[in-house]
């Protein structure tokens, strides 16, 4: 194998199991294990100077800034002109060689090195002016923070977030509206954070689309030479194919075929001519380069009848219209449902029953109602159409914003959100709202009480068994009930008790995350507990000021926390749940110098494998361990003491300690 792609393969391996180690409390290999792969990685490093971006040799404390600086473009970054049709790109051509690749749909970033180093990394922006996020870039997945080439080299690139990183990050929030829209939204804010531990947390690739320029450039005449030249550094380039007038129909319909199992986002494709000489000569126009030409996606188009509207609830209150009309077949699958998003399409639309409408699939992915011919906004359900039911209870199936939920019967009602009505149920009982609780509550990052799925709840819930959390450490009290339920029998009851019994001892961060608070993931339930020393009185009555000068947080989720200890039923919800648990013990903190001080760590170490096994030591006697330096900071560690990096001229202006690694060890009393 070559070395640089064993740097990715371990960089891959070791940051996975760093990722479910910190993330989900648990682990996939043996602390030697681990070690050894780390010590093989930081040799090959060391041998090649290719380092990746996510390399754990290269963690450290995250930065966070005040604000992003903007920065002047040397070159004007124009848009592409576009085109839907395959033979306009053949005549775009002519009787030249041309690279067909990927439109990816994220945030174009311009990249930098000098010296093999990474030096910045800057947003389009508005094409003459972007942000510099240098800092976040450091933090991206798959691009090398040192590379094998001396001079200066800049190009540009897509960052993006995978779709099933996309899923995994929504699903980790609790409500439907904070939810991020796709994984371009998702991307644009993650790239721009002033903290860079949540783009860390976020997994950004970014993937080189072109070489702007670099020391010796002459020496390339071709695109495809400088894509090659860019994955012999370390870098992923955009995945690509070489076309002619003559194959480039074939070569589309290649992409095409490869769309839905493509993990990446993309809205179309980019042709552009392989001669980089003769593409510079054509110049450009007052939009566009003359080079490169888009190609946008010919959305296949099928009429259909619209049948019903689903209003499908979500644990939160939030019901979502969810069009439901005759099967019809698009880019190779059979379609029936297109999600409508909110109150206010479906007014837009006019949506009736029976109405004969235009759908398609947004970047031959998603399903959408492109337009609504008939313009009913008819409330009749049609003949012999039954309503349509889902996972919990009875659902909507006309048209009519509905002012009751399907679900619970309770009132609804109709609110803004970023300018668009959505519908709300206002039961608080209501079940779907109760078993989304629930189901979140007994997972294995909470409570982890096994046997209680989805189904087993609502019936539980619907049988008035289970009415609060408390309920499921009392279902001692239903055998007979239960055991009359189909399916379940004594052993399954059993098995069941058990599996509650079991729970009662939870870890502290793993209660407080089964409480379903806002955007308090496991691992930011961590952060708090920690910080407030495993007190759960201090823990519940955390102010927001204390909450945000927690590292990671913020004023977003101290603000949520807060409100919801705040909430007097909640609080009457917890205490009833702390009556039937009990907390693991935690293991006593050692004391020593080091107890209650703030550490910076940067640069390399040697007595430590890695700077996440200081954190961990630091932590383990009560320190603490920041991203960048402040006022706050007790000591820099960095056993360059003597170097003009940015953390130790901050840590000189401020008279912070710099400290070496043996001198902490000595602080340390080891």
Partial sequence: MDKIERIRELTAILDRAA????????????????????????????????????????????????????????????????TKEVEALADFLGEHEGMLSWKMDGLTIVLTYRGGELVKAVTRGNGEIGEVITNNAKVFKNIPLRIAFTGELVLRGEAVIRYSDFEEINARIERDEDRYKNPRNLCSGT?????????????????????????????????HEQMEYLARLGFTPVEYRMVTKETIA????????????????????????????????????????????????????????????????????????VAIFAPVELEGTTVQRASVHNVSIVEELALGIGDTVDVYKANMIIPQISENHTRSGNTAVMDGMPCVTGNVGLRSCNCNVPDVCPVCGGPTEVRMLNEAKTL??????????????????????????????????????????VHKPADLFRLAEHREVFTQMEGFGDKSFENLLAACDKARTVSMPKFLYSLGIPGIGLANAKLICREFGYDWEKVADASFEDL????????????????????????????????????????????????????????????????????????????????????????LINNDTQSNSTKNKKAKELGIPIISEEDFLALAGE
């Fill in 250 to 321: 074939d070569d589309v319909k290649w992409f095409a075929s490869r769309i839905e199992k493509n993990d990446f986002p993309s809205d179309g494709l980019v042709l552009c001519y392989d001669d980089i000489a003769y593409g510079n000569s054509l110049g450009r126009t007052a939009k566009f380069p003359r080079d490169a030409i888009a190609f946008k996606w010919r959305d296949e188009i099928r009429q259909t009848t619209l049948l019903a509207i689903e209003w499908s609830p979500s644990r939160t209150g939030l019901l979502n219209p």
């Fill in 191 to 223: 790239v721009r954070q002033l903290n860079n531990e949540i783009t860390a947390q976020r997994s950004v690739y970014c993937f080189p689309f072109t070489l702007i320029s670099m020391d010796g450039e002459a020496g390339f005449a071709t695109r």
């Fill in 548 to 635: 945000c000068a927690v590292s990671g947080l913020g004023e977003v989720l101290a603000g949520n926390y807060t409100r919801f200890m705040a909430d007097a039923k909640n609080r009457a919800m917890i205490d009833d749940l702390l009556s039937e648990i009990t907390f693991e013990a935690v293991e006593q903190t050692k004391q020593s110098a080091i107890t209650g001080k703030t550490f910076v760590i940067t640069g390399s170490v040697m007595h430590f494998p890695n700077r996440d096994a200081v954190k961990d030591y630091i932590e383990s006697f009560g320190g603490k361990v920041a991203g960048s330096v402040s006022a706050k900071t007790d000591y």
């Fill in 19 to 82: 990722y479910v180690y910190e993330q989900e409390d648990r682990e996939i290999m043996s602390n030697h294990e681990y070690d050894a792969l780390y010590d093989e990685l930081r040799a090959l490093e060391q041998e090649t100077g290719f380092v990746m971006a996510n390399s754990p040799t290269q963690r450290a404390g995250y930065e966070v800034l005040s604000e992003l600086p903007k920065e002047r473009h040397e070159s004007p970054m124009l848009s592409l002109d576009k």
């Fill in 424 to 465: 709300y149920c206002t039961n608080p009982d209501c079940t779907a709202k109760k078993v989304g609780m629930f189901e979140h509550m007994v997972q294995r990052d909470a409570l982890n009480i096994e046997g209680l799925s989805e189904a087993t709840l609502e019936k539980l819930i619907g049988l008035g068994i």
